[in-house]
């Protein structure tokens, strides 16, 4: 019995990322213009901490890069996300 509520437990877990990544994934149909907003606008929340060069170079790469901004948008582990800012 402990097995099938583990697996359950896991498939529920798993049902719930993929919904989220569905609802990301929906976003994708936006307007270049309007989805490099969004990076910016995900960028200045999602990163308050980033100091203003790091910031500053990132929105300048969304302004210039649509695959950078589709990148950004795309990413949501909080750990990768972070991981690529910084590289």
Request: aromatic share 6%; glycine share 2%; hydrophobic share 40%.
């Amino acid at each position: 019995m402990n097995c099938l509520n583990d697996i359950l437990d896991r498939l529920g877990a798993h049902l719930a990322k993929v919904e989220k990544q569905q609802q990301q994934l929906a976003a994708i149909q936006d307007t270049s213009p309007e989805w490099r907003l969004k990076a910016m606008h995900k960028l200045q929340k999602d990163e308050p901490n980033l100091d203003m060069p790091h910031l500053t170079a990132l929105v300048d790469l969304f302004k210039c890069s649509m695959e950078a901004a589709d990148t950004y948008l795309a990413l949501f582990r909080d750990d990768l996300g972070k991981h690529w800012i910084e590289k």
